[in-house]
């Protein structure tokens, strides 16, 4: 059921970049172990994970029933999941990463709330819906029998890699911060970077659709 190694080292690649990317996540989990303490900040990952545990699922169920209603709609998707990450290809270059994080310790919350503000802002942000639905597809075929599994793992896949490398920025947290505000290019170099391979992917399959 795992993807093919071919499909899943390209994948991997493109996680781990994603994840290492300045962003709206990266800004709350950081903010909250900046200001409320490490565990605040490894509550604020596994509620982040959780939200894209969620839209995980969905994907795998939308898109796969998808594929056996109507392969054509499919394959519109994939095209027009090419071009979205074409843009965002584009933004991270014109506008960049954005990394605001609070200075001043926030207020006291418990683990277990911010936990599930960690979820809000996975499931409630419908650009996180927006992306999924249109990221994990490229790495399905049309006719995949076992399109369910594929993309759930790929999700899956996508959350553990994620969450490991965030664990990793909560547990250095001040150093991490301190070097990105330190080094700002730094992280305009993850903009080039996260724009040329989501720039690649959308390409392949807009040049494979074509022929």
């Known amino acids: 059921m ?10 991997t690649l493109a996680v781990v970049v994603i994840a290492l990317t300045p962003g709206p996540d990266m800004t709350f989990f950081l903010g909250r172990a900046l200001t409320q303490g490490r565990a605040a900040g490894l509550a604020a990952v596994a509620g982040a994970g959780t939200g894209l545990l969620v839209h995980t699922l969905l994907v795998s169920l939308g898109v796969s029933a998808l594929i056996v209603a109507a392969p054509t709609l499919f394959t519109a998707l994939k095209v027009a ?9 584009a933004q991270a270059i014109r506008r960049g990463s954005a990394l605001l994080l609070p200075r001043e310790p926030g207020s006291a919350r418990s683990l277990a709330g911010t936990w599930a503000s960690g979820v809000a802002v996975n499931i409630l942000n419908p650009k996180v819906a927006l992306f999924f639905l249109t990221f994990l597809p490229q790495f399905v075929s049309a006719g995949d029998p076992n399109a369910v599994a594929q993309l759930f793992a790929l999700g899956t896949i996508f959350v553990l890699i994620g969450s490991a490398i965030n664990l990793a920025i909560v547990l250095a ?6 070097g990105m505000r330190r080094n700002p290019r730094i992280a305009r170099a993850m903009d080039w970077l996260f724009a040329s391979i989501f720039a690649a992917f959308a390409a ?3 040049l494979a659709r074509t022929r």
Do not use: M, T
């Open 2 to 11: 795992l993807p093919d190694p071919a499909i899943l080292l390209p994948f």
């Open 173 to 178: 947290a001040d150093r991490f911060a301190a």
């Open 81 to 89: 999941g090419a071009l979205y990450l074409l843009w965002l290809a």
């Open 204 to 206: 392949q399959l807009l």
